[in-house]
């Protein structure tokens, strides 16, 4: 179905305030958003508008009882100038996948591929083309009820807006193995991106990087002996030339990045596992010297090295990245179209025209 997105394009835009040679991840916001409102069991309010502030009444429940979810997805420019999105179809089933969860609506797919042409279309001078950059896209969805009883809201607001951005990471990550504080535990949210899964990882993250880590190494709930995830990414490590990642159980994020990756390696013959990795497995491989890499995938990091990782007294030191640089350089190689999409997982922006 088409929908009727009303476009109020900003009077004059603020791209030439931007220094496209320094972008820090997250901080620079592009000239406009999309925004719908969930009223009376349906979207409503479906429009593009000039960025801007929300205002809200204090008992928003969303701010009370957490009912916010959310995408990291990007879109980059082809080498001959075509904007494209990177897997957007997944990100729609991502995001219904964590409403369903957390007690929201459903986002139609067709609308939220809609909104996303005619945003990208309006702001494609926003994509930026150095090496490493991208329009980190932020889709999001948050209750908007305004009643401090704890239950679903029955209202709710969706958001897309976008940023320019550079690299989320410079350098490779130290990680520190955390074995008092959780991510996510068997039946809670951890699948979900909601918000509550990131404020429940803040003040473990600070700790860490008080004592001169990057990030945290999530473990299972329980034994506090199987890996979950790598900070905000999901983790993969390389023994004896086969790639190893936790399998996805419930508490771990299903990242597209990390499905993206399993399925180049499918394609370029490369071994890989998925299965449940205990601590203890990585230690006794770099013990005997088969550990060969270990890095964190997601949307914002792409592909980043680690350079060690701390259990307890043992620091272990981490090579340079070997596997993880071919699958850095593949996605990015992708997302410009230096290399065929074989997968079929790019989409061509549709022009400001085509896409209303
Ligand atoms: C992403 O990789 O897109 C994320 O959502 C992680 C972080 C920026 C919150």
Known sequence: ????????????????????????FGRIFSDHMFTADYINGEWTNIQIIPF??????????????????FEG???????????????????SHRINASAHRLCMP??????????????????SEWIPTSPGSALYIRPYMFATGEFI????????????????????YSKPVRLWVEEKYVRAVDGGVGEAKCAGNYAASLYPAKIA????????????????????EA???????????????????????????????????????????????????????????TLQEAFGVGTAAVVIGVEDITY????MKIPPMNIGKMLKEEIENIRTGRIEDKMGWLEPVKTVEAAV
């Open 149 to 168: 009883g704890v239950q679903a809201s029955d209202t709710y607001k969706f958001v897309i807006f976008t940023c320019p951005v550079g690299p989320y």
């Open 1 to 24: 179905m088409k929908y009727n997105i009303d476009v109020h394009p900003v009077k004059s835009s603020r791209i030439n305030e931007v220094d496209f040679s320094n972008l820090p």
């Open 209 to 228: 990087k008080e004592k001169g880590y990057d990030q945290v190494m999530w473990m299972d709930a329980h034994e506090f002996k199987y890996i979950q």
């Open 73 to 91: 997805m990007k879109a980059t420019k082809t080498v001959d100038g075509t904007p494209v999105l990177f897997r957007p179809a997944m990100h």
């Open 312 to 315: 307890r007294d043992l620091v």
């Open 231 to 289: 900070g905000t990414m999901n983790f993969m490590f390389v023994i004896d030339g086969k790639v190893i990642t936790p399998a996805t159980d419930g508490s771990i994020l299903k990242g597209i990045t990390r499905d993206t990756i399993l399925k180049i390696l499918t394609y370029k013959g490369i071994p890989f596992e998925e299965r449940k990795v205990a601590i203890t497995e990585l230690v006794d491989a770099y013990k005997n010297g």
């Open 106 to 123: 459903d986002f139609p797919e067709d609308l939220f591929l809609q909104a996303l042409h005619e945003l990208i279309a309006l702001d």
């Open 52 to 69: 801007q502030n929300f205002s809200f009444h204090p008992a928003n429940l969303a701010l009370h009882y957490g009912q916010s979810i």
